[in-house]
């Protein structure tokens, strides 16, 4: 989707190094989020932003942090890879209605990431 | 707790054969329901929503759902499946969580389809 890019697509590093995956966003949208998707688990949650600033865990925040400092990116930061975060990673926006789900996600392409 | 199941992991059809894809949830308010779908090597792509209104919705690719409460299904059909509609689908349904607006996602299905 042209509103919503992932980098690097794809990524290979050492056990032990931090790594920071980039999202942008060009839709202005207020929620971002961080999945991991892994063969026999689905897509699940990493962290997930609000707002500017605005940020929160998901089920499966161990090992990663997060950042928000404007409405446009969120980085996600292994800060130590290890071989279980092998993975392909995904970036998600979402618009918000008033405190009605009314959207969707929109999904960047996925970075594919291999720690060695 | 809030939970969707999808009972098929892999499906294969022939092609021009229809199709049908279930989805149960288990969401103690009124839900929200999508079906995406992903293409090899490709981030995931919104076929359908349903929120109110009409049970039976239409999507885009010529898919459709239909939302049956009592049953608490969203299964996505399509009347002839096309070679390029293999891929793997996913179903979710919506939730306000504090401030988070998240998806609680099915572990998909995957589709091949036999020429």
């Known amino acids: 989707d042209a509103g919503i890019t992932q980098s690097p697509r794809h990524k290979v590093t050492e056990t032990g190094t931090p790594v920071t995956l980039r999202c942008h966003q060009t839709e202005n949208h207020r929620y971002m989020y961080w999945y991991r998707q892994d063969p026999g688990h689905g897509l699940r949650l990493i962290h997930y932003s609000y707002g500017v600033k605005d940020t929160d865990k998901g089920e499966v925040s161990d090992g990663y942090s997060v950042s928000r400092s404007k409405t446009e990116d969120f980085l996600l930061t292994l800060e130590s890879a290890t071989s279980s975060q092998t993975s392909v990673y995904f970036c998600a926006i979402s618009e918000s209605a008033g405190t009605a789900f009314n959207y969707g996600y929109t999904f960047g392409s996925g970075t594919r990431l291999t720690v060695v | ?115």
């Open chain 2, 1 to 115: 707790a809030q939970s969707v199941t999808q009972p098929d992991i892999h499906i294969t059809v022939s092609e021009g054969a229809s199709l049908e894809l279930r989805c149960n949830y288990s969401y103690g308010a009124t839900p929200y329901l999508f079906w995406y779908v992903q293409s090899p090597g490709q981030g995931l792509q919104l076929l359908l929503k349903y929120f109110s209104g009409d049970t039976l919705v239409q999507g885009i690719k010529g898919f459709e759902a239909e939302f049956k409460r009592s049953q608490s299904s969203f299964n996505l059909r399509k009347p002839s499946v096309h070679w390029s509609d293999a891929a793997e689908y996913f179903c979710a349904v919506g939730a306000n969580a504090g401030n988070n607006r998240k998806l609680i996602w099915g572990l998909g299905t995957s589709l091949a389809v036999n020429p």
